[in-house]
């Protein structure tokens, strides 16, 4: 998961996408492959997609950092006021 973590911050995106997603399908009982995820999809703004990972995350290990990614996500989304953009 080293050069999946590596990928991420390199922002390659795409790549680190579908490393997940074949993990996923090989292993979807791991935690941290929809923690991963969800940190993918909040980097490309799709928050609903980072979302959800981040619950399946938390479903499949309470104790997951996906915990405080959602908490911060859901923050970002909470403080975020489109009404500001419409002016």
């Known amino acids: 998961m080293e050069e999946v973590r590596k990928l991420i911050r390199e922002n390659n995106l795409e790549e680190t996408s579908r490393i997940l997603n074949a ?3 090989k292993d979807p ?11 993918v999809y909040r980097k490309q ?12 995350a938390i ?5 997951s950092p996906a915990q405080e990614a959602y908490k911060m996500t859901m923050d ?3 403080f975020y006021n489109k009404d500001i953009f419409n002016h």
């Open 23 to 25: 993990a996923i399908e």
């Open 29 to 39: 009982r791991c935690a941290e492959y929809y923690y991963l995820l969800g940190n």
């Open 45 to 56: 703004s799709d928050f609903r997609r980072s979302l959800n990972n981040y619950l399946k």
């Open 59 to 63: 479903e499949l290990d309470p104790e």
């Open 76 to 78: 970002i989304l909470n």
